[in-house]
Nanobody
């Protein structure tokens, strides 16, 4: 399985971006997926996760109400809509897929990782 994240860029505080993650190869359409991010000088952290059917979602507290995770199984695509972006959201964002039916916040649960896309939010 290969994951490719895209959609990052430079945006002013208060702006929006939409990240996409496309799965190819032996796709895991029945597995949970998630977004993680790594800010400069910090460890990678959980952002959001979604179950195999898109019915259950999870968010870290700092993005609740601003970010929305979704997936389109037919297209093996997962998205992260990010609104009201803040400078502290600046990071490389990674998409990942696990072998469970649901998404989790635990990085070790994920076995497939994309290369990441850079999001920069200016103040």
């Amino acid at each position: 399985v290969q994951l490719q994240a895209s959609g990052g860029g430079l945006v002013q505080a208060g702006g929006s971006l939409r990240l996409s993650c496309v799965a190819s190869g032996r796709t895991q359409s029945n597995n949970g997926m998630g977004w993680f991010r790594q800010a400069p000088g910090k460890e990678r952290e959980f952002v959001a996760a979604i179950s195999w059917d898109g019915g259950t979602t999870y968010y870290t507290d700092s993005v609740k109400g601003r970010f929305t995770i979704s997936r389109a199984k037919a297209q093996s695509t997962m998205r992260l809509q990010m609104n009201n972006l803040k400078p502290e959201d600046t990071a490389v964002y990674y998409c990942a897929a696990n072998r469970r039916a649901w998404g989790t916040s635990v990085q070790s649960d994920y076995v497939y990782w994309g290369r990441g896309t850079l999001v920069t939010v200016s103040s």
